[in-house]
Nanobody
Framework: QVQLVESGGGLVQAGGSLRLSCAAS????????MGWFRQAPGKDRKFVAAISWSGGSTLYEDSVKGRFSISRDSAKNMVSLQMNSLKSEDTAVYYCAASPRVTTFKSEYRFWGQGTQVTVSS
């Protein structure tokens, strides 16, 4: 079992930066891949980024490549998403999630946080 709590969301102007954090608890955190998803109003929850349990492999959705960076600190049971050059279309609720393997498929993520709102004003 893994419990996840996101933080770091807020209101930022276009072009600005935010850093989201996800605090995890549970003995199996270090063996799970971690991912970030986002859900805009009226839309499906979509993949943003993922990182393997070792941190050696990462995946990114095309629209965030070069702007977002995912990282993890297994010693602190934390995973982070650094978001730079934010755009209005990045506005969404951001969720972290845990999966047995690094993947873009939402259905493979077993544990989810409650989400944190990110609003980018243009």
């Amino acid at each position: 079992q893994v419990q996840l709590v996101e933080s770091g969301g807020g209101l930022v102007q276009a072009g600005g930066s935010l850093r989201l954090s996800c605090a995890a608890s549970g003995r199996t955190f270090s063996s799970n891949a971690m991912g970030w998803f986002r859900q805009a109003p009226g839309k499906d929850r979509k993949f943003v980024a993922a990182i393997s349990w070792s941190g050696g492999s990462t995946l990114y959705e095309d629209s965030v490549k070069g702007r977002f960076s995912i990282s993890r600190d297994s010693a602190k049971n934390m995973v982070s998403l650094q978001m730079n050059s934010l755009k209005s279309e990045d506005t969404a609720v951001y969720y972290c999630a845990a999966s047995p393997r690094v993947t873009t498929f939402k259905s493979e993520y077993r544990f989810w946080g409650q989400g944190t709102q990110v609003t980018v004003s243009s």
